[in-house]
């Protein structure tokens, strides 16, 4: 495989009338040692955030062996390309069918559930023809905490609430062989006191249930680094995580498990875009609100961007983008700081692009081809270089 030395040199070469997405495998695989080596516990990789086969293979590479799938074609897609990995079905409503092909034909035996109908569900699902009930599923009870130090909530979709929550706990622990509980704090989680506040809920809801835990799974929310979102090292993370969890009522074997999605494929990609037109302030270029902009246009969500031209002299200022469908949709507002003198036919690189970027690409209105291309430079950002210490005083909510 060739393998660019970055996306300058990718335009030079191609000179793209599509836009390009460039993938950093080593990025990819770093942040998945990093995981591995330091959080004290299990993570699984939440496939959502970016399914690309490929991606999978680079995590897998790098020691990530247990994926939270969410959907049964997330499971076949996982299974397929990763005959050993284990394989965790975490979303909390699924249809008996795939429950049942998930358990029989793919050997997944983690579900998770949030309400007593979708624990029949998993029960009635996981029987045996003759009526034998499975003795080896592990339960994971979804519990909704709050989403209120995230950047995008989490908090109203999925999750019994905590006044419900024991009578669930000791429904479920009748029907499993392990049980566990998990929550998500959402998306981004700007401070490590996200989690205090949610194994505080756990706590409570295990005193008040008094059963057996053998699992506490904190879910995703571990941030990346973006303009004007500057999350403290996520060691800072792990270690009040592994303090709460080690003086919760659970089993002294009990596992203590995380989803990162966002935190383990944001450095694998960017996107190379071509300036179509430019009216003021405002960037026409080749992908957008349909394509690996999504975030960008649907949740204001501000990704760095460099410009690749080397003959640009005048110093940043504020830019908004409009992406090449014919929809007024199809905006993204910013503001992305690029040379004064940008104009069309110039190329820029839109980074941190891994999650929900490549992954959410449409073909409306045409546009949405883009080709792959392996580049070895570093990341617009990085949270596992080592050259982000800061000091515990500048993030005084995690001493709580």
């Known amino acids: 495989m060739h393998i660019h030395p970055d996306a300058r040199s990718v335009v030079r070469a191609l000179a793209p ?40 293979q680079v995590l897998w590479n790098g020691g990530v062996t247990h994926f939270d799938v969410a959907s049964i074609a997330e499971v076949r897609l996982v299974r397929a390309m990763l005959p050993q990995a284990t394989l965790c079905f975490m979303h909390p409503v699924k249809t008996p069918r795939a429950i049942r092909e998930a358990y029989f034909e793919h050997g997944v035996k983690t579900f998770s559930l949030d309400t007593i109908e979708e624990l029949a569900k998993i029960v009635e699902a996981t ?53 566990g509980v998990c929550f998500h704090v959402g998306s981004q989680a700007m401070t490590p006191f996200a989690y205090v506040q949610a194994l505080e809920r756990v706590r409570a809801a295990v005193a008040e249930a008094s ?22 090292p ?17 089993a002294y074997n009990a596992e203590l498990w995380c989803e990162p999605g966002r935190a383990l494929c944001a450095e694998y990609s960017s996107v190379v875009v071509r300036v179509e037109k430019r009216r003021g302030d405002e960037l026409y270029i080749n992908d957008g609100a349909y394509g690996a902009l999504f975030d960008a246009a649907h949740v204001d969500w501000r990704f760095p961007v460099s410009a690749l031209e080397d003959d640009l002299r005048d110093p940043p200022q504020e830019f ?15 503001p992305f700081m690029l040379p004064g003198d940008i104009q069309a036919g110039d190329y ?47 993030n005084v909510v995690s001493l709580r």
Request: glycine residues 8%; aromatic residues 10%.
């Open 348 to 394: 820029i690189e839109i980074g941190m692009l891994g999650a929900y970027g490549a992954a959410m690409k449409t073909g409306f209105n045409g546009f949405g081809n883009a080709q792959q291309i392996v580049v070895g430079d570093e990341p617009m950002a990085s949270l596992y270089r080592g050259d982000r210490e800061r000091p515990v005083t500048d």
């Open 211 to 232: 059963v057996v835990i053998d699992v506490v799974d904190v879910g995703g929310g571990f941030p990346s680094v973006y303009p004007d979102m500057e999350p403290p």
């Open 127 to 179: 029987t045996a023809e003759d009526g034998t009930p499975a003795a080896d599923l592990r339960l994971l009870v979804r519990l909704r905490v709050s989403s209120d130090y995230s950047e995008l909530s989490l908090a109203s979709k999925f999750g019994v609430d905590l006044v419900d929550a024991a009578p669930l706990l000791q429904a479920t622990r009748q029907h499993c062989d392990w049980l």
């Open 17 to 56: 009338d599509e836009p390009v997405i460039i993938n950093r495998p080593h990025a990819a695989e770093r942040a998945a040692r990093f995981f591995v080596e330091k959080f004290p516990g299990k993570s699984l990789y939440a496939v959502k955030a970016n399914p690309s086969p490929d991606l999978l």
């Open 234 to 250: 996520l060691k800072d993370y792990f270690e009040v995580i592994h303090r709460h969890f080690e003086n919760l009522p659970i």
């Open 320 to 334: 908004a983008f409009y992406g090449p469908t014919c929809d007024d949709a199809d905006y993204m507002k910013g």
